[in-house]
């Protein structure tokens, strides 16, 4: 069965620092390129950066690019997001996705975490 | 990178059919044919209904079925059900290896 189980959320200040874990299993993790989408309660879903099977290829959505850095440890089946420079807008409930296809790019997400949730605020 | 647009709501009564439509530009829905659908109950992840514009994965019941035509893409539901209930978003690929959502729809089952 796969599980994807995020964590790392919290309450920071602007300007601050975060990182989130997506824990995987029940699926071969390095084959399949996965995602954070976040969504703000009660509003809609954005999507955010996503990552290769490999690690070696990362994109970014440009309300992060530069900010946040997408990372994965295959040999741990765990996906990461480094959260730098925090702003009130962040705030949200962060989702790890995994994509439906192996070792495609295809930003289809059959599996999703159940969330963790960052806010920002002083 | 803005959002699809999409109505914020929709209903119909059991045994219905509906539409949600999810409109782009050129640079996501219009130029390439990689649209998904989400459900999303409240509290809960969403879940792909659709993908490849028109494809179910495996479990998603047949009665969910997507289209497109130019910058417009839709989902339709037949045979409304209760559980149906829920939120829906588009999302489409928006070149350069980025992708975007629409604002979501939620649809009422009266």
């Known amino acids: 069965e796969v599980q994807l189980v995020e964590s790392g959320g919290g309450l920071v200040q602007p300007g601050g620092s975060l990182r989130l874990s997506c824990a995987a299993s029940g699926f071969t993790f390095s084959s399949y390129a996965m995602s954070w989408v976040r969504q703000v309660p009660g509003k809609g879903l954005e999507w955010v950066s996503t990552i290769s099977g490999s690690g070696g290829s990362t994109y970014y959505a440009e309300s992060v690019k530069g900010r946040f850095a997408i990372s994965r440890d295959n040999s741990e089946n765990t996906l990461y997001l480094q959260m730098n420079s925090l702003r009130a807008e962040d705030t949200a409930i962060y989702y790890c996705?995994?994509?439906?296809?192996?070792?495609?790019?295809?930003?289809?997400?059959?599996?999703w975490g159940q969330g963790t949730l960052v806010t920002v605020s002083s | 990178q803005s959002a699809l647009t999409q109505p914020a709501s929709v209903s119909g009564s059991p045994g219905q059919s509906i539409t949600i439509s999810c409109t782009g530009t050129?640079?996501?829905?219009?130029?390439?044919?990689?649209v998904s659908w989400y459900q999303q109950h409240p509290g809960k992840a969403p879940k792909l209904m659709i993908y490849?514009?028109?494809k179910r994965p495996s479990g998603v019941s047949n009665r969910f079925s997507g289209s497109k035509s130019g910058y417009t893409a839709s989902l339709t539901i037949s045979g409304l059900q209760a559980e149906d209930e829920a939120d829906y978003y588009c999302?489409?690929?928006?070149?350069?290896?980025?992708?975007?959502f629409g604002g979501g729809t939620k649809l009422t089952v009266l």
């Open positions: 999302s489409s690929y928006a070149g350069s290896s980025t992708w975007v």
């Open positions: 490849d514009v028109s």
């Open positions: 996705a995994k994509d439906v296809r192996e070792q495609l790019v295809l930003g289809y997400f059959d599996y």
């Open positions: 050129s640079s996501d829905v219009g130029g390439y044919n990689y």
